[in-house]
């Protein structure tokens, strides 16, 4: 059971990195450090996804194109987002 709740607190230090990584300004280590969680984590995966269509949505870019640095707006949304996936994955985790 210890297994799935592991990953809270990793998710959360990921995220503090996903801003800057959408941002284009992570270093590639840290890059590297998303990746391999994200293989190891469908939820994080999921949510980036939404992410960048979030950001797509939001600045017009066609997919595939390289986001500029985001507006404090949209990375507030963006964490309210981050928030209820997290909340919505620990409800379910808890079951
Ligand atoms: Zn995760």
Known sequence: ???AHRHDSECKRIFALLSEYLDAEL???SCDQ???HLKDC???LEFLESL???IELCR???PGELPGPLAESVRRELR???EKALRAR???GAA
């Open 1 to 3: 059971m210890s297994g």
């Open 27 to 29: 270093p590639a280590d």
């Open 34 to 36: 998303i990746e391999a």
């Open 42 to 44: 469908p939820p994080c």
């Open 52 to 54: 960048r269509r979030t």
């Open 60 to 62: 017009g870019f066609e």
């Open 80 to 82: 309210e987002r981050y």
């Open 90 to 92: 620990e409800s379910q």
